[in-house]
C-alpha cells in the first residue's frame, strides 16, 4: 500500500522526470531512460491502483510511443539508432514485472503505431540492401500452407530460380502482420542451401516480438523497392539466406530470443534432417500454428555440419552444463579439463566436498529436496524436455541468453603459472578464495571466504587473468563481464541484467562473477549521476549483499579497476579484499618474455633477455606481450614480399636480440609513474597488501 509520503515522493519524480526529457538539454540516451523510467511509473502506479486503467493504458501508449521514437530513430541526433530494446521488448519487461500490468499493445494496434510503421519502413529498406544474390532453394509444402496461408502457396523456390513472387508474397506477411505470421509458422519445411540460418526455437509474447527485426529476416523478407531494384540492376534477388531472429514470433510465451539486443550477433543454426522432419511432424500433429517450430522447420543443407551437431538454445546449453556439473561427474575433474568443455568452465567438478550443495537442476524422476519437479521456464511444445531452475523462470529468456552465451566465459584455462609475479596477491587470493571454494566445509564460520574482492592497479597487469585463474582453479563457473557495458549497451535494462546475471550465477554455482571497470558501476554517487545507473548500482549492491549473507550462495564477485579511487565507500566496504597488481617486476617481466618465446622459433641468449628486461623497466604485463608479438614480426619483415607465398615456415629465421631492439622502437610502456603513484597511495590507504 503507498503512504502519502511516497506518494508525493512519486509524484515529485515524476515531474522532475517529466521536467527532464522535456527540456532540450538531455541526449537522446538520456531522454530514452526518461521515458523508460515513466513508464516504469505508469505501471507502477496502476498496479497500485493510483491511476485508473484507461488512464494508464493512455499514458503508456504515448510514452511507449515516445520512447520507441527515440531507440529506433535513424536520426543519430535524436535516436539511439536502434540502440536499446525496442518498444516491445518493454511491454514484456512490463509483464514480466507486475502482474496487474496489462499492455495496451496488441499484435494488431502495434502495427498502427507510427514509430513502428517508419520503423519496418527502414527495416525494409535495410534487409533489401542486404539481399546479396545467392542460391536459395526454398521448400514450402503447399499442402499445408495452402491450407494456412494461401497467399503464400507459391513459396516455392529451388536454386537460383527468381520468383518475385515469393518476395512480394513473404513480404505481405509483414504488412499484414501477426496474422500471416502465424500462418507462417505452420510451413512445413523451408530449405536454404546457403548455410547460414539464425535459430529460432522461441516464442514471445505477443506484445514483445521485436518489430524493428522483423524487416530484417530472411523468412518475411521484404520486396524490392523500386529504388533497391534499380540498384541491383533491375533484377530482384532472393536473399542470400534466411535469417530469423528468435524474436520474431507472436505467442504468449517467451523463451531465449538469441541476440536480440544485440543485431550483429546471430547465431547460425543447421538442423538436421531428422531434427527437421520430427519436428515438422510434431508442429503438424499441433493443432495450434506453434511459432516455435519455425526454426525447426528450416533445413540448412551444404556446410557447417558442425555447427549444427552444436548449436544449442542458452537454456538447453544450461541444463547441459548443470547435468553435467551435478549428476554425471562422479569424480572430480582434474583442473586442466577447465576449458576442454565447451560452454561450460567448471563444468566437471565432483560434488565430493560439496555434499550439503543442493543442486539448482531438480532430478528427471522427480526431485531431490521431495518438492514437485519443475516445469522449465515458458516451456513451448518443443522444450517440455528441458527443467530449468525454478529461479530462472522470472528472468528474461533473453537475457540468459546473452548471459550464458556472453557473459560467461568458455576460454582456455589459466593456471597460476600463466601469471607472472604478483606473488603476494596470488598467495592471498589461494587461501582466501580458492580453498574456501575447493573446502567449503573447513572454511566455515570466521574462515568464510569472502563474496566480494577488488584487483585494482594500473592496466594490462593480470587482473583479467587473475579472475579466470581464480574460477578455472575452483572449479567455478566465470562470468566476465564489464562494468560499463551494464550502463551503456543495454540501456534502461542494466539492472535486470544485474538480477539475471546473479541468478545465473547461483544456478551455476560455484562461481565467479568478474566484472571489469567496477569503477564505472560503483562510482560515488553525485549529483548529476544518472538514475540508471543508480539503479544498476543498488541492484548490484543489493545482489552482493544477498550473496554476502546467504551461507548457500558460492558466488564470489571480482572487481577490477584502474581507478580504485573513484569506487564510493558503500561498495568498497563491500569489497573486503582489495588487492594491487602492480606492473611485473623484472623477474616477472623475464617470465613473460621466456614464456612467450618458448613457444616461438628464438634464438635469444640469456645475456639478451636480462638486456630485453632490463630495457623494459615500467612495462606492464600486456606491454611485454606486445613488445614480443612486435619482435615476433621481425623475421618476417625480413623477407622480401615475394618469399612470403613461397617460404616454408622452417626457413623463417628466428627471432633475434635486433628484432626486440627494433620493436622497443614502437613499443612503450602505457603505464605513466604519476598514474603509478596514485595507485601506491590507494594501496597505502585502502589496500590489503603487506
Ligand atoms: N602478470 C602477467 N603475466 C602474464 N601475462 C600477463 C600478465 N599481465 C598481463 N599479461 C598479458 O596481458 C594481457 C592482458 O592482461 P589482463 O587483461 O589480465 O590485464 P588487466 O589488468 O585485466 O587489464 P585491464 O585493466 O586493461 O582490463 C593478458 O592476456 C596477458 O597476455
Not at 563444468?347 to 550443495?357: E, L, M, V
Request: charged fraction near 20%; charge should be neutral; include cysteine.
Amino acid at each position: 500500500m503507498q503512504t502519502p509520503v511516497s506518494s508525493a515522493v512519486h509524484l515529485s519524480e515524476w515531474q522532475k522526470n517529466y521536467f527532464a526529457i522535456t527540456s532540450d538539454t538531455c541526449t537522446p540516451g538520456q531522454k530514452a531512460d526518461g521515458y523508460r523510467a515513466q513508464i516504469l511509473r505508469i505501471q507502477y502506479a496502476w498496479a497500485n491502483s493510483e491511476i485508473s486503467q484507461v488512464c494508464a493504458t493512455n499514458l503508456f501508449k504515448k510514452y511507449a510511443e515516445k520512447y520507441s521514437a527515440i531507440i529506433d530513430s535513424d536520426n543519430t541526433e535524436t535516436g539511439l539508432n536502434n540502440y536499446a530494446e525496442n518498444i516491445l521488448t518493454l511491454a514484456r519487461c512490463q509483464q514480466n514485472d507486475s502482474d496487474k500490468w496489462q499492455s495496451s499493445l496488441t499484435t494488431s494496434n502495434v502495427f498502427e503505431l507510427k514509430s513502428v510503421q517508419e520503423l519496418m519502413q527502414a527495416g525494409k529498406k535495410f534487409q533489401s540492401s542486404l539481399m546479396a544474390p545467392a542460391d536459395a532453394f526454398v521448400v514450402v509444402d503447399k499442402e499445408v500452407s495452402a491450407s494456412v496461408t494461401p497467399g503464400l502457396s507459391k513459396l516455392n523456390v529451388c536454386s537460383s530460380a527468381v520468383d518475385t513472387d515469393l518476395w512480394a508474397s513473404s513480404s505481405k506477411c509483414i504488412s499484414q502482420g501477426p496474422d500471416i505470421l502465424e500462418s507462417l509458422s505452420s510451413l512445413k519445411c523451408l530449405q536454404s542451401s546457403v548455410p547460414s540460418v539464425t535459430k529460432t526455437t522461441d516464442i514471445l509474447p505477443a506484445s514483445s516480438a521485436s518489430l524493428n527485426e522483423l524487416p530484417n529476416t530472411g523468412f518475411c523478407a521484404s520486396p524490392l523497392s523500386g529504388n533497391n531494384k534499380a540498384a541491383s540492376g533491375g533484377s530482384v534477388k532472393p536473399p542470400s539466406h534466411f535469417e530469423i531472429r528468435q524474436n520474431l514470433s507472436f505467442s504468449n510465451h517467451s523463451s531465449l530470443p538469441a541476440g536480440s539486443g544485440n543485431p550483429g550477433k546471430r547465431k547460425t543454426f543447421y538442423s538436421s534432417s531428422d531434427e527437421s522432419s520430427n519436428t515438422t511432424s510434431s508442429s503438424l500433429a499441433s493443432s495450434k500454428p506453434s511459432t516455435s517450430t519455425e526454426a525447426k522447420n528450416f533445413v540448412g543443407s551444404g556446410n557447417g555440419s558442425e555447427e549444427s551437431n552444436g548449436f544449442k538454445t542458452a537454456k538447453e546449453q544450461l541444463w547441459v552444463d548443470q547435468q553435467k556439473k551435478y549428476h554425471n561427474q562422479p569424480q572430480r575433474t582434474p583442473v586442466s579439463s577447465y576449458g576442454g568443455i565447451k560452454k561450460s568452465l567448471g563444468a566437471g567438478r565432483s560434488r565430493g566436498p560439496f555434499g550439503k550443495f543442493v543442486p539448482p537442476v531438480p532430478r528427471q524422476d522427480g526431485n531431490e529436496n521431495g518438492g514437485p519437479q519443475y516445469k522449465p521456464y515458458g516451456a513451448g511444445p518443443t522444450e517440455s524436455s528441458f527443467p530449468v531452475d525454478e529461479r530462472l523462470k522470472n528472468i528474461e529468456p533473453k537475457m540468459i541468453e546473452l548471459i550464458m552465451h556472453e557473459i560467461m566465459d568458455h576460454g582456455p584455462p589459466v593456471n597460476w603459472d600463466d601469471i607472472a609475479g604478483v606473488d603476494f596477491a596470488k598467495a592471498t587470493i589461494k587461501e582466501i578464495v580458492v580453498w574456501p571454494m575447493l573446502r567449503p566445509d573447513i572454511f566455515t564460520g570466521l574462515r568464510g571466504p569472502p563474496k566480494g574482492i577488488l584487483l585494482f592497479g594500473p592496466p594490462g597487469t593480470g587482473k583479467t587473468l587473475i579472475g579466470k585463474c581464480i574460477a578455472c582453479q575452483s572449479g567455478a563457473t566465470f562470468f566476465s563481464i564489464s562494468a560499463s557495458s551494464l550502463t551503456s549497451k543495454w540501456v534502461g535494462e542494466g539492472e535486470k541484467m544485474v538480477r539475471a546475471l546473479f541468478t545465473v550465477a547461483r544456478c551455476q554455482q560455484p562461481a565467479v562473477i568478474f566484472i571489469d571497470e567496477i569503477d564505472s558501476l560503483l562510482s560515488q554517487r553525485g549529483d548529476g549521476e544518472h538514475e540508471s545507473s543508480r539503479r544498476i548500482k543498488t541492484e548490484f549492491l543489493v545482489q552482493l549483499d544477498g550473496a554476502t549473507t546467504s551461507s548457500e550462495d558460492r558466488i564470489l564477485v571480482v572487481g577490477a579497476t584502474n581507478r580504485p579511487q573513484e569506487i564510493d565507500e558503500a561498495a568498497r566496504r563491500r569489497l573486503v579484499k582489495r588487492l594491487y597488481i602492480p606492473l611485473p617486476e623484472a623477474s616477472a617481466r623475464k617470465q613473460i618474455v621466456t614464456r612467450l618465446m618458448s613457444k616461438e622459433h628464438c634464438c635469444l641468449r640469456e645475456e639478451e633477455v636480462e638486456l630485453i628486461v632490463k630495457k623494459s623497466d615500467g612495462f606492464s604485463g600486456a606491454d611485454m606481450t606486445q613488445l614480443c608479438r612486435e619482435a615476433s614480426l621481425g623475421p618476417i619483415r625480413s623477407l622480401q614480399s615475394l618469399d612470403i607465398a613461397t617460404i616454408t615456415p622452417e626457413q623463417v629465421r628466428p627471432i633475434s636480440f635486433l628484432d626486440f631492439d627494433n620493436a622497443f622502437k614502437t613499443v612503450r610502456p602505457s603505464v605513466s609513474s604519476k598514474d603509478l603513484e596514485l595507485y601506491e597511495n590507494w594501496n597505502q590507504t585502502f589496500g590489503c597488501g603487506r
